[in-house]
């Protein structure tokens, strides 16, 4: 839908790692699936307004922190991991969302749903046991490998008498090395291959032994999660039922519990302090300038209420709630499967490709105005139009880079098939996934089949460059970083969306060059 609003593109600040384009997308979405259009302000679609409270968040954030928690001790207590698998609790809750866990008005913390057994969790669970390998750059890393899946392996098998032989051939197979004084008269693929071989000896044993009890921590966690979600919707209706001196309150309108909260602005060279102070506890979250700065505009632009700055400020603030929540507490958890493309290579999908729309992004990482995101409460009054899987274009140029766990793949692909086969119009997708070759990921198998692929090429690992999740806590240098991973990009076009955007060899070859 083509807008009268300007056309002009700007930055925020010139340091800032992202670019907002006022360009209205050239979107327009399958009849009765479209967002409702406002009355005012040049008929610019705009979605539903949903509830967001900084004193629900707090209460969100304490129900995943114990779901969290619950997922760590039986980890620990039933697989003897010394932690969870990195980012496995945040596939997991993107699998759910997909599976239809996560409805309204609960986006982020699933109800109990099919399969019981989760396929995300059950994967990353048992590719863990008994011990996954860290990368090796010397001896002393192999070395420590070897010993660790060793002692791992001997402490799964040694109380079972029938294994007792296994332990006996693979400390066999280890001690020339584990006893070694000096490690480094062995070369790394010495200690490698050793490694390899007590694996291949005991690792499917401890499989068998561990299934039972990875399925039980999948049913387990999700019902614990199911009793979090059912305890924070009573507390959401309670609230919506209170008697209100303006209008009689509803689900979509809940009043606020009673607590009293405000939420200061601290305001500092290098990073803006938002203090939540709920009664006598504070909760800080934090923000460069240039990001609170994006935020401000974005939610000038979307929200449909009156621009009140108290109301503003309560919406940025539930908004770095929610993805802190989702991202989870340790260091870097969770920010990598909200990765985003540099600003270089999203000029070059617009300039050459007419992209102007990201299926996977969020508040935080967004290029365009407009995008689909994963938490359309809090999300929507800054631009996004809800999840993608419920996103039905008929036209346009869309960017995908979704976060990289195999459900999600499979989902988006799936749709993404659908959609291109529902329409005359043009229609294109740039999409980027890991290139997961070993094995091969079922979306880059579909993909590299699909009968819209009309252009395709591989950068790197180590060739290319993303922004990470955590963008809007980091300067522009320290949130780039190199792939270590091949990304595989495709296009997939029905013929009058490869006739308007045509992926030319030298179109690809320029856009993989941006993406260092």
Known sequence: MQSNKRKDKFTVKEAAPYIIDLQEPNVVCEAG???AKSEDNNNEIKAPIYFCDPRLEILRKQSMD????EYSMLCEKALFLDQPPKDSFNRWLLERMIQGGVRYPEFLIPSATAPEVSPSMKRELKENIPFRAYKVRNQRD???NLREY????????DKRPE????????RSLASIYLEARNIFRFSIDEIVETFEQVKARSQEHIRILAAPIIEDICVNIGQYAAREREKLMKIYFEMSQQPSSSSTPTPHTPKPPPQNFEIQVNNFPNFVELVCKIDSKLDVQKITPTHFEKLKLLYKKHAQQKIEENKQIEAIYCLLQRYQTFFGNARFEGTSLQGALTPNAFEVLNKLFGV???CFASPLNCYFPQYCSAFPDTDTAFGSRGSFLSFYPLTGSFEANPPFTEELMDAMVDHMEKLLGATQ?????AIFIPEWIDPPSNALVCLQKSKYLRGDFVANGGEHSYIGGDQHRQSRDEAKYKAMHGTHVFFVQNDAGYEKWTPTKEKLNHLQREMI
Not at 66 to 69: L, S, V
Not at 150 to 157: I, M, Q, T, Y
Request: aromatic share 12%; charged share 35%.
């Open 142 to 144: 192999a070395i420590n």
């Open 425 to 429: 119009e043009p229609l294109s997708f």
């Open 150 to 157: 060793v002692k791992k392996a001997c402490f799964w098998l």
């Open 33 to 35: 699936k479209e967002p």
């Open 356 to 358: 102007n729309f990201e």
């Open 163 to 170: 294994k007792r032989e296994i332990v006996k051939a693979i």
């Open 66 to 69: 114990r779901i969290r928690g």
